[in-house]
């Protein structure tokens, strides 16, 4: 795995996983009556999963957008060569 493999992963893992549960979890007390148990972070941990891995790894993906609209492909490279000729 490479390095940067791994920084994706932990992003997954911390910004993804972790905050989607606790995002979560806080709505649910909100909008519920539900007292805090296992079982509720359990149903929260569940259903925040597949949505981390969506945005995460999924949307994130340097390439995603580039193969959802081709097109963007060119701005993109003339946006980075400004930036390279400004650095």
């Given at each position: 795995?490479?390095?940067?493999?791994?920084?994706?992963?932990?992003?997954?893992?911390?910004?993804?996983?972790?905050?989607?549960?606790?995002?979560?979890?806080?709505?649910?007390?909100?909008?519920?009556?539900a007292?805090?148990?296992?079982?509720?972070?359990?149903?929260?941990?569940?259903?925040?999963?597949?949505?981390?891995?969506?945005?995460?790894?999924?949307?994130?993906?340097?390439?995603?957008?580039?193969?959802i609209?081709?097109?963007?492909?060119?701005?993109?490279?003339?946006?980075?060569?400004?930036?390279?000729?400004?650095?």
């Amino acid at each position: 795995m490479t390095h940067r493999q791994k920084i994706r992963l932990l992003e997954f893992l911390i910004i993804g996983v972790v905050m989607g549960t606790v995002e979560d979890l806080i709505a649910v007390m909100f909008a519920t009556d539900a007292q805090f148990s296992w079982r509720i972070l359990i149903v929260v941990f569940l259903v925040a999963l597949p949505f981390a891995f969506i945005s995460e790894i999924v949307v994130d993906h340097p390439n995603f957008w580039k193969r959802i609209w081709p097109e963007i492909k060119e701005e993109a490279k003339e946006i980075e060569e400004k930036i390279d000729k400004a650095i």
